[in-house]
């Protein structure tokens, strides 16, 4: 189950777990790269080896009623040429906390309602939602 990641080597679905305890129940989603994998440098592309790696996380789109957390360790690569790097993941938009497909379904409702409507409705805080139709509008 990969709820339409299309996940592509070196990421792959590592484990999940609904998470009843909390409202709404939460859907947590770990991906996972399996050790020694060579990563892309976010500057020239060249195939590096993992520096380092930090734990983050992004809101994909519900599944049913609940909510749906990716989580994954993202590495830094060591590129002989630029140094230390942190890998872009094929899923997200750097720092955006939002999968691209949570991002997708918003900016399509968003078209078609207010900001305010679409916040209540998936669920996310208004102002969060604007940094997103500020990003797209601004490219």
Request: glycine share 6%; proline share 6%.
């Amino acid at each position: 189950m990969t709820l339409g990641l299309g996940l592509q080597a070196p990421w792959k679905l590592k484990d999940q777990h609904l998470d009843t305890t909390s409202s709404p129940h939460r859907l947590e989603l770990y991906v996972e790269a399996d050790r020694g994998s060579l990563y892309a440098c976010p500057e020239c592309g060249k195939a590096c080896p993992a520096h380092d790696f930090a734990d983050k996380s992004w809101r994909h789109l519900n599944f049913f009623q609940h909510h749906c957390y990716l989580h994954a360790r993202v590495p830094r690569t060591r590129c002989p040429e630029h140094g230390v790097r942190r890998v872009e993941v094929p899923w997200a938009r750097p720092d955006s906390g939002f999968t691209l497909l949570f991002e997708q379904a918003a900016m399509s409702l968003v078209r078609e309602m207010p900001v305010l409507a679409v916040s209540r409705q998936l669920e996310v805080t208004d102002k969060r939602l604007w940094r997103i139709v500020h990003h797209y509008v601004g490219r």
